[in-house]
Each structure stands twice: as structure tokens, then as C-alpha cells.
Nanobody, 121 residues
């Protein structure tokens, strides 16, 4: 089991930026970021795997969000730029994720407690 601790959420105006961090208790082959907006299902946002050689992004965040990982620190980051009100959600970090079809999944992985991101217009 992997313990995960997220940080970096907050409130920003549309067009602003935030960087989320997730510290893992050990290495995981796939690390991902997910989000759950009010009244919506949880969705995959970004994933990084294959020893940092491959990334995956939801279409809604491509070109705006960047996932990266520092293996020495067992930390994964999500740089979020050009934020929109529709990005408002609780963001979760997950370990042992996988890309299944066209979606990022971590149904059998480990999850952090989540961090709130609020984008105002």
C-alpha cells in the first residue's frame, strides 16, 4: 500500500495558476491526478508512467496542465495554468494507476485525501 499526501490547492481567479504536489511513501510505476467536481463523477486528469517516459492527459486539460515526477523525492506534481471555473474540484493523487482505453484509472490503487481547487470567474 502507498500512502499519499497532497498539497497545493487553493482559490484562484480564472486564468491563474496553481501547482499541486503529492508525496508518496514509496515508488509507484504509475502516478495520477484525478478530480471530482460537485455533482459529477471522479475523472482522470493526468498520469505519468513507464519510468517517466509517458504522460496522459484528459482532453479538457491538454495544453494547460503538466504532470511531472521527482523520483528522488517520490513526489508527483501537477502544474495547472490558465485555470477555468470548470476546473473547480477536489483533486486527488493516486498510485498504481493505469490507462485503460482512453481513460486513466486507479480503481485498485491507493488514494490521497484530496485537496480543494476553486477557480472563480
Amino acid at each position: 500500500q502507498v500512502q499519499l499526501v497532497e498539497s497545493g490547492g487553493g482559490s484562484v481567479q480564472a486564468g491563474g495558476s496553481l501547482r499541486l504536489s503529492c508525496v508518496a511513501s514509496r515508488y509507484s510505476a504509475c502516478m495520477g491526478w484525478f478530480r471530482r467536481a460537485p455533482g459529477k463523477e471522479r475523472e482522470g486528469v493526468a498520469g505519468i508512467y513507464n519510468r517517466l517516459t509517458t504522460t496522459w492527459y484528459a482532453d479538457s486539460v491538454k495544453g494547460r496542465f503538466t504532470i511531472s515526477q521527482d523520483n528522488a523525492k517520490n513526489t508527483v506534481y501537477l502544474q495547472m495554468n490558465s485555470l477555468k471555473p470548470e476546473d473547480t474540484a477536489v483533486y486527488y493523487c493516486a498510485a498504481e494507476c493505469a490507462v485503460i482505453g482512453d481513460k486513466l484509472s486507479a480503481d485498485f490503487g491507493d488514494w490521497g485525501q484530496g485537496t480543494q481547487v476553486t477557480v472563480s470567474s
